[in-house]
């Protein structure tokens, strides 16, 4: 993984990268970029040699310092300015989270077929392997981009932010990240979105929010996808709901079927509101 | 795994430090996890021996201080304990607490040679 740079999974690969630079470092370790450095206008800090794996035993005393930095500190910063570029040009940018195969994918692409003409779109797709579902929203007819976290478990917001870069998003734009399909890291890692919205599908447990608290405690928005399948599931939705809002009394719940079409309304309502409150527009 | 990428997140900032304060040499790392945090301590400790490995941390030792969770109970109007994020109110028994502490992931201090 790269500590260099501070990718948080330096394995990852956007689509359309020319080339992985990779390069020597006084210990013999050599580590390749995901992406081109010519590129992007990030401050990365290098370490130099001195800071690394160099051993100078008895040049200086032991002695405590004081560091009170978050852990996501660095991804923070990144998510950060990732808010303000999207702000600034007026981009409204939502985080979709779920478990894998909650459908979001599917509802990505009947919002879009439905959102198409009103206001500009983009999807960025982040999966550990391949470009099936950036491939999928490519054939609604928006701009999409693939990243493949490889062994990493979540998007962070150093990859978004170099994914955004390469995809030349209109100002005032709609744009739709899909996270990698995981009801636990991706809570923890700030993209610099406007709202994190969960998807919870029928067919899975109503006890999610209980299970996966953090997920439901982050978001904003709870979707409660799949409905058309209640009649042949286990599903309360009354509990499912009183789960969630025990661990977030604030989250919002919609209900639809990206199959059927119920509630979809009630969903790109949310979204219009929201995309125009953050000056999103055609 | 979770903890994996929040042991790199912690050896960036040692290694930023390194490099500021110049030292080579980290021999303690004293981290704060709160218990809403979603930090699991015993999986921390795994991934940081194996994420410092042939690094300037290279086998320091991990200090975890807990921090317990707390919330504010919107119906009592008071801060009340909070050992889970699904916690109740010890009070009201109710379900309305905005988590107010617990949620911490610091690196608070190093101890550098």
Redesign the interface.
């Known amino acids: 993984?790269c500590?260099d740079c501070?990718c948080?999974?330096g394995e990852a690969k956007i689509e359309g990268d020319g080339h992985a630079p990779s390069h020597r470092h006084a210990d013999g370790?050599v580590h390749s970029h995901a992406h081109a450095h010519d590129e992007h206008e990030h401050a990365h800090?290098h370490?130099?040699a001195?800071?690394?794996?160099?051993?100078?035993p008895g040049?200086?005393?032991?002695?405590?310092?004081?560091?009170?930095?978050?852990?996501?500190?660095?991804?923070n910063a990144y998510a950060d300015a990732n808010r303000r570029l999207w702000a600034d040009r007026g981009i409204f940018a939502v985080n979709l989270v779920s478990s894998p195969g909650a459908g979001k994918t599917t509802l990505l692409v009947r919002s879009i077929e439905k959102l198409k003409g009103r206001l500009p779109l983009a999807v960025i797709e982040g999966d550990q392997q391949t470009s099936n579902d950036a491939e999928r929203i490519r054939a609604t007819g928006a701009a999409a981009i693939q990243i493949n976290t490889v062994t990493?478990?979540?998007l962070?917001a150093h990859m978004v932010g170099h994914a955004f870069e390469r995809m030349h998003v209109p100002d005032g734009a709609l744009l739709f990240i899909e996270n990698v399909g995981n009801l636990?890291?991706p809570?923890?890692?700030d993209l610099g979105e406007a709202h994190k919205v969960v998807i919870l599908s029928v067919a899975e447990g109503e006890d999610k929010p209980?299970k996966y608290?953090?997920m439901f405690?982050a978001a904003d928005v709870m979707v409660l996808a799949k409905i058309d399948l209640l009649p042949y599931v286990q599903f309360d939705v009354g509990k499912c709901v009183e789960?969630a809002?025990?661990?977030n009394?604030k989250i919002e719940v919609l209900q639809l079927s990206s199959t059927s079409g119920a509630g979809m309304d009630g969903w790109l309502d949310w979204l219009d509101r929201n995309a125009s409150a953050a000056g999103a527009s055609c | 795994m979770h903890e994996m990428s929040l042991a790199q997140g912690v050896l960036q900032i040692i290694e930023d430090h390194a490099m500021k304060e110049r030292f080579t040499r980290v021999t303690s790392v004293w981290l704060e996890i709160g218990a809403l945090s979603g930090v699991e301590p015993e999986a921390m400790r795994f991934c940081f021996d194996a994420v410092m490995r042939g690094t300037v941390a290279q086998g320091a030792k991990l200090e975890i201080i807990d921090v317990p969770g707390s919330g504010w109970c919107m119906q009592c109007g008071e801060t009340v304990a909070l050992p889970q994020r699904d916690s109740a109110c010890p009070r009201c028994q109710g379900y309305q607490i905005q988590p107010t502490r617990g949620m911490e992931m610091r690196v608070k201090e190093l101890e550098v040679g």
């Open positions: 993984m500590t501070g948080g999974a370790t800090a370490l130099g001195s800071a690394v794996g160099t051993d100078m040049t200086l005393a032991r002695r405590m310092l004081r560091v009170e930095e978050d852990i996501l500190s660095k991804n990493g478990c979540h962070d636990v890291c809570a923890e890692f209980l608290a953090n405690a789960y809002r025990r661990v009394p």
